[in-house]
């Protein structure tokens, strides 16, 4: 007698990421309850259960649901609102002032929205968020089915979330005690940067993370401006700062780290920390290349993010593994230095890896969540393909994503030479949102402000 099954998935190719390095062909999967209970050939599929759906992809790769490791959800309403600048103007000139003035749950839950639509659209299905009123976000990424880490923001200046760093730690327990039976949202502490927050707060952050079982979230070494600074206010660079509080731990996710010296690449090697690598936030912001093969040579864990669609301008975890290991094999000058297989790795089994979900997503394995991706390979602009794999990285792009599923269930889908299709978000939705919005924040394209901090 056959076993029943929700949902079988039978693709012309099979990216598993884990084994490392393998292409598989012709394979189906097999879900139940929102796991993957099998992984087989066709006839075994056939043979063995009885599905209540059976999807066939014929000429797709099917792989994990992507995984980007440092995103601010929120102010992809703010896309393009100010382009072409340093970080720093960028933030104090622009950014800052336009959240002083607007910053609510409901410009959260929008922004949020509107992001999940552009990821899922793009094979994410999990992101790590930094950002402000987490319960809104946490309702925006639930909506549309999307898999959230939500970062509890902590800054020491006030904002129209918190006056404080108490009242944003504060906040952000409450919101986690609020929302930790949701199974598609996780939690992490998230400081802001060491130029944003002193040591009596990073300390009090790393004992509750600690007590609570969740991971932190840092910006760190992004520019040469921050560790000069740095320097000059506390007589050290920012990760040896971070050292000696004892933040340095295999929980803790500190995103760009372009520029590190030998000794800090290995000190966080020694911790287990991970490093959300932001290619093209980096190169947009000018803050430098950060020299990843470097990185993964010594052994850390490395996961692609897209940072905010106000610095990147796009969501797009395809644009941000092709950069990723184009930029490694110029940087290194040597061209194998990131392989398009280390760049998927990446995208998905590290990121998962550094919120402490790879025993839940990341790959397609028995016992893991289905969370899955299928890209469609045959469009004429793919041809010829010789290697699915490569093509992943260096030809295909978000707009060849045909399915997204979260859990099992199916969240997107992309007829062919059609719109896609959200199971729970109406486009005109999403319309309505930009229109609002865009309204409300031309006024600050050519804000200035004085800095918020010195």
């Given at each position: 007698?056959?076993?029943?099954?929700?949902?079988?998935?039978?693709?012309?190719?099979?990216?598993?990421?884990?084994?490392?390095n393998?292409l598989?062909?012709?394979?189906?999967?097999?879900?139940q309850?929102?796991?993957?209970?099998?992984?087989c050939?066709?006839a075994?599929?056939?043979?063995q259960?009885?599905?209540?759906?059976?999807?066939?992809?014929?000429?797709?790769v099917?792989?994990?649901?992507?995984?980007?490791?440092?995103a601010h959800?929120a102010?992809?309403l703010?896309?393009g609102?100010?382009?072409?600048?340093?970080?720093?103007?960028?933030?104090?000139?622009?950014?800052?002032?336009a959240?002083q003035?607007?910053?609510?749950?409901?410009?959260v839950?929008?922004?949020?929205?509107?992001?999940c639509?552009?990821m899922?659209?793009g094979?994410?299905?999990?992101?790590?968020?930094?950002?402000?009123?987490p319960v809104?976000?946490?309702e925006?990424s639930?909506?549309?089915?999307?898999?959230?880490n939500?970062?509890?923001?902590?800054?020491?200046f006030?904002t129209?979330?918190?006056?404080?760093?108490?009242s944003y730690?504060?906040?952000?327990?409450?919101a986690?005690?609020?929302?930790?039976s949701?199974?598609?949202?996780?939690?992490?502490?998230a400081?802001?940067a060491p130029?944003?927050?002193?040591?009596?707060?990073?300390?009090?952050?790393?004992?509750?993370?600690?007590?609570?079982n969740?991971?932190l979230?840092?910006?760190?070494?992004?520019?040469?401006?921050?560790?000069?600074?740095?320097e000059?206010?506390?007589?050290?660079?920012?990760?040896a700062?971070?050292?000696q509080?004892?933040?340095?731990d295999?929980?803790?996710?500190?995103?760009h780290c372009?520029?590190l010296?030998a000794?800090?690449?290995?000190?966080?090697a020694?911790?287990g920390?991970?490093i959300?690598h932001?290619?093209s936030s980096?190169?947009?912001?000018a803050s430098?290349?950060?020299?990843?093969a470097?990185?993964?040579a010594?052994?850390i864990?490395?996961g692609?993010?897209?940072?905010?669609?106000a610095?990147?301008?796009?969501?797009?975890?395809?644009?941000?593994?092709?950069?990723?290991?184009?930029?490694?094999?110029?940087?290194?000058?040597?061209?194998?230095?990131?392989?398009?297989?280390?760049?998927?790795e990446?995208?998905?089994?590290?990121?998962?890896?550094?919120?402490?979900?790879?025993?839940q997503?990341?790959?397609?394995?028995?016992?893991?969540?289905?969370?899955?991706?299928?890209?469609?390979l045959?469009?004429i602009?793919?041809?010829?393909c010789?290697?699915?794999?490569?093509?992943?990285?260096?030809?295909?792009?978000r707009?060849?994503?045909?399915?997204?599923?979260?859990?099992?269930?199916?969240?997107?889908?992309?007829?062919n030479n059609?719109?896609?299709?959200?199971s729970h978000?109406e486009?005109?939705?999403?319309?309505?949102i930009?229109?609002?919005?865009q309204?409300?924040?031309?006024?600050?394209?050519?804000?200035t402000?004085?800095?918020?901090?010195?």
């Open positions: 007698m056959k076993q029943s099954a929700d949902l079988i998935i039978e693709a012309r190719w099979l990216l598993p990421i884990i084994p490392r393998k598989l062909e012709y394979q189906a999967v097999v879900i309850s929102g796991k993957i209970i099998d992984v050939t066709f075994q599929a056939s043979q259960y009885e599905p209540k759906e059976l999807v066939q992809l014929n000429e797709h099917l792989m994990p649901g992507l995984v980007n490791l440092h959800a102010m992809s703010m896309r609102l100010a382009d072409d600048l340093p970080l720093m103007p960028w933030l104090e000139q622009h950014i800052w002032p959240e003035r607007l910053l609510s749950p409901s410009f839950y929008d922004g949020t929205l509107l992001a639509a552009e899922l659209s094979g994410i299905t999990t992101f790590n968020d930094m950002y402000f009123y809104a976000a946490a925006a639930l909506k549309i089915g999307m898999r959230a939500l970062g509890l923001v902590v800054l020491e006030a129209q979330y918190a006056n404080d760093a108490e730690i504060d906040k952000g327990t409450d986690r005690d609020q929302l930790k949701e199974s598609l949202i996780s939690f992490s502490f400081p802001h130029y944003t927050v002193n040591d009596t707060t990073f300390k009090q952050i790393n004992t509750l993370s600690a007590q609570l969740i991971g979230h840092i910006h760190l070494h992004e520019t040469l401006a921050e560790i000069a600074q740095s000059k206010k506390h007589g050290t660079r920012p990760l700062r971070l050292a509080l004892g933040l340095l295999a929980a803790t996710t500190f995103a372009v520029h010296n000794f800090e690449i290995q000190l966080l020694e911790h920390c991970s959300a932001c290619p980096n190169l947009k912001l430098g290349i950060a020299p990843i470097e990185y993964t010594q052994g864990n490395v692609l993010g897209t940072d905010s669609a610095s990147n301008n796009r969501l797009d975890m395809f644009a941000e593994m092709r950069l990723a290991a184009l930029l490694a094999k110029g940087f290194s000058h040597d061209a194998t230095a990131i392989s398009a297989h280390q760049a998927l990446m995208a998905t089994i590290n990121g998962a890896k550094a919120l402490g979900l790879d025993d997503l990341g790959s397609i394995e028995i016992g893991k969540l289905a969370d899955l991706t299928a890209i469609k045959s469009d602009n793919m041809q010829p010789f290697d699915p794999v490569s093509h992943l990285v260096y030809v295909a792009g707009e060849q994503v045909s399915h997204v599923w979260v859990s099992g269930d199916l969240k997107y889908y992309k007829p059609n719109d896609g299709v959200y978000v486009p005109q939705e999403l319309v309505d930009v229109t609002k919005w309204t409300k924040l031309a006024e600050f394209k050519t804000t402000s004085k800095p918020l901090f010195n």
